[in-house]
């Protein structure tokens, strides 16, 4: 368990790069091969700042951003969290051994998982599916029909892209549904089923949560689309909520995710937000103009050969996040400072090398530290993550990979 109310983080190290790598480096220096770490400090600030952000509404936590128990029990016991949003059926029922309260992101088809949900009393109270289409309920009931089946409670995930007249789809290809009509069609359906429960609905800003907006020349564009996107929203989510609360008692309606906590708690519709991602804070999080978190974590690889005097390589570190296949996507050296991935080649399966002025100075065994692009994708790389606080070690937590789980 990390204790994330122990003491102040308002030092904010991370302020001075050099101070800042240089104590991780140190705390981390007699561990081999790539290491992983997160800086306690840095990830207490990003807890708390996201509450504050929040404004009083609850933050559920997306553990795909964070895969690590460690880190989301700890999180979870700030006031203020409650709940995980898990990213398979698989995980929730594996999360659902210590929490009362996960809801499954995403539909699924794991007809293994599905029976298992379904045949176990403790774990249909305590998670949440996720469905967009009648089809997901009747592959559930083929699995496992509703005579004798525990009660499975549902979620309805309902599209929150916008649609422009000049610019088409903006936002994430998910669900079918995106009226008022849409949602109650289904919602009624639902409701009439034998053995589903329909408890909550959930709509992901993907276009206003995701998209940096603070630098570069389509900045003002972003800024332009995140307003007029925000505002049809959240006419067209309290349609929704209103038709449904006609249908069925909610329990919960989710919505945003880091990038958009001011502008998701702000709406009346909205009982609860998704954030993840912030805790970590990959560098995709830096082009934001409303909030500025830690750098959390980061994973150092070392310099294995040197090609010519301006280049050095370090072993691994193609540890791509997920989204199009753009450079933004890719790890980020951030120390020793000015390091660049070689245009040709990026961040590598097995090598990257790298270009800069500290690449004359640094050495073979030397480490160079890279910030991941978005957060939870670096864990399936590592088995664990040290802790480092005050330039020192002062534990580990393991992730999913080190507790033997790969979920997807």
Not at 75 to 95: D, M, N, S
Not at 297 to 326: H, M, Q
Request: hydrophobic share 45%.
């Amino acid at each position: 368990m990390i204790e994330l109310l122990s003491r102040e983080s308002a030092a904010q190290s991370w302020r001075d790069p050099a101070a800042y790598w240089g104590a991780i480096a140190h705390a981390v220096a007699e561990v081999s091969g790539p290491c992983a770490v997160i800086e306690v400090d840095a990830l207490r600030h990003n807890a708390l700042d996201m509450l504050v952000r929040a404004a009083g509404v609850p933050i559920r936590v997306a553990s795909k951003s964070v895969r690590v128990r460690g880190v989301l029990e700890s999180t979870l016991a700030l006031p203020g969290y409650a709940g995980v949003l898990a990213y398979t059926l698989p995980e929730a029922l594996w999360l659902a051994r210590t929490h009362e309260d996960v809801v499954v992101g995403y539909p699924s088809a794991d007809r293994d998982a599905l029976a298992r949900l379904a045949g176990d009393e403790r774990s249909a109270t305590r998670v949440t599916l996720m469905v967009d289409d009648l089809a997901q309920l009747d592959l559930l009931d083929h699995v496992a029909p509703s005579r004798g089946r525990a009660e499975v409670r549902v979620a309805i995930d309902a599209d929150a892209s916008w649609r422009s007249a000049a610019l088409g789809h903006v936002g994430v290809r998910r669900s079918p549904l995106f009226e008022a009509s849409d949602v109650t069609r289904l919602a009624r359906a639902i409701v009439a089923r034998p053995g589903i429960r329909l408890v909550g609905l959930m709509m992901y800003e993907a276009q206003i949560a995701g998209q940096p907006d603070a630098v570069g020349p389509e900045a003002p564009m972003m800024r332009w689309m995140k307003r007029r996107s925000r505002e049809e929203l959240h006419d067209r989510r309290a349609r929704i909520v209103a038709a449904l609360r006609e249908i069925a008692s909610l329990e919960f309606v989710n919505g945003g995710g880091t990038g958009s906590l001011e502008s998701t708690a702000a709406d009346p519709s909205v009982t609860e937000v998704t954030a993840g991602s912030g805790l970590l804070a990959g560098h995709l999080f830096d082009g934001y103009r409303g909030f500025d978190p830690a750098p959390a974590s980061a994973f150092g690889l070392e310099v294995v050969r040197r090609p010519s005097d301006d280049i050095a390589t370090v072993l691994g570190g193609g540890w791509i996040a997920s989204g199009p296949a753009r450079a933004s996507r890719q790890p980020r050296p951030v120390w020793p400072a000015g390091l660049k991935t070689v245009a040709r080649e990026g961040s590598g399966e097995v090598q990257t090398p790298l270009r800069g002025a500290a690449a004359r100075t640094v050495s073979v065994g030397d480490r160079v530290w890279f910030r991941h692009a978005k957060s939870g994708e670096t864990a399936e790389h590592v088995d664990r993550y040290a802790l480092v606080a005050d330039g020192v070690v002062i534990g580990e937590e393991p992730t999913y990979r080190g507790e033997g789980k790969a979920f997807l």
